[in-house]
Each structure stands twice: as structure tokens, then as C-alpha cells.
Nanobody, 115 residues
């Protein structure tokens, strides 16, 4: 079993920054692609960014140039650095990871961008 725990969400003004963290624990010896998803109220969950074990990164167009996904394989951790935040970035952000062929989810952390 694998547990994913997110942290770092909160309230920030437009144009501000936040750094989300995801810590994986349990049987993480085969931790492969990790991802950040988000879900705005009333909408479907959206893939925001992904990073492979070899640090290949992909982003949804709306966050390119503003967000950066990072990981530390030795510590089984992942981060999402979010800069120049917009009101449209307000959502619950979820950590997601593939481990030995199974996909796991965290419980989510709320990010609210508002003045």
C-alpha cells in the first residue's frame, strides 16, 4: 500500500505564489510517474502537470510558464511550485502517483486565489 499526503495549500492573492508538497510513504520502491491534478467546484478533475522518474515534465497549457513540477526520488516527494497565481487556479489540488502498476491518490489540498 502507498499513502500520498499533500500539503501547502491555502489562500493567496492574485499574482502570488504557493508551493504544494506531496509525500509518498509505504511501498514506494517502484514509484514511477507522479502527477498533480486539480478540481474546480462543479468541474471535472483536470491533469495539471506530470513528471516521470527520469524528470520528463508535461503541463497543461494554462499553467505553462507559471507552474513547475519537481520531485526527489530518494525522498519519494513531489512539489508543485505555483507562481503568478490567478483566480482561475482556485481548486482542490490532488497528488497522484503510479506505483508498481497501481495508481494512488492523495486526499487533496485546497488552493484559493482571491483578493
Amino acid at each position: 500500500q502507498v499513502q500520498l499526503v499533500e500539503s501547502g495549500g491555502g489562500l493567496v492573492q492574485p499574482g502570488g505564489s504557493l508551493r504544494l508538497s506531496c509525500a509518498a510513504s509505504g511501498s514506494v520502491f517502484d514509484l514511477n510517474t507522479m502527477r498533480w491534478y486539480r478540481q474546480r467546484t462543479g468541474e471535472q478533475r483536470e491533469l495539471v502537470a506530470s513528471i516521470t522518474r527520469g524528470d520528463n515534465r508535461n503541463y497543461v497549457d494554462s499553467v505553462k510558464g507559471r507552474f513547475m513540477i519537481l520531485r526527489d526520488n530518494a525522498k519519494s516527494k513531489m512539489w508543485l511550485q505555483m507562481d503568478r497565481l490567478r483566480a482561475s487556479d482556485t481548486a482542490v489540488y490532488y497528488c497522484n502517483a503510479d506505483v508498481a502498476g497501481t495508481t494512488y491518490w492523495g486526499q487533496g489540498t485546497q488552493v484559493t486565489v482571491s483578493s
